[in-house]
């Protein structure tokens, strides 16, 4: 019995492991994407269609908007309801829009930051589990010695 419960422990434990590094590894791209979302809602609907659609052609009913900065521009990536999506990409210069990427940045969630904070609960869930399996062989260890 005690057999079975060795070999289940460690195959709990890399099960654990894997998932935490794949956790980790889907993550840290989207850590240096920083892509700031914003949810489309009544609050703000008008606003947000009225300032796109002077800029840019909309093509149906916007569930979310995002905005990433790229090098010398930024990318205004538009998702509609019924699940298609577009980007449109904008200079820094450009002042017709610039109000949006920061009412989108103080009003929306950065993407990176919840990403980072799946690493780091990955991370310490490796850690953890780590040591308790160790701590648990050890003792498995030295209970069959005596």
Do not use: P
């Not at 840290?28 to 052609?57: A, H």
């Not at 990318?75 to 949006?100: I, P, Q, R, W």
């Not at 929306?108 to 490796?126: C, H, L, P």
């Amino acid at each position: 019995m005690n057999k079975i419960l060795d070999k289940l422990s460690i195959i709990i434990v890399i099960v654990i492991i894997v998932m935490s590094i794949t956790t980790i590894s889907r993550n840290s791209i989207k850590v240096l994407q920083g892509k700031y979302y914003l949810k489309v809602d009544s609050n703000n609907r008008d606003y947000i269609e009225k300032t796109v659609s002077e800029n840019y052609k909309l093509s149906g009913t916007l569930d979310k908007v995002a905005y990433m900065q790229e090098l010398g521009d930024w990318s205004l990536f538009l998702y509609y309801k019924d699940g298609t999506e577009d980007k449109a990409l904008f200079g820094d210069g450009n002042n017709k829009v610039e109000h949006l990427r920061e009412y989108i940045r103080e009003n929306g969630y950065n993407e990176g930051e919840v990403s980072w904070n799946k690493i780091k609960v990955s991370f310490w869930t490796i850690v953890v589990v780590s040591i308790c399996e160790s701590i648990y062989l050890m003792v498995r260890m030295i209970a069959k010695r005596k």
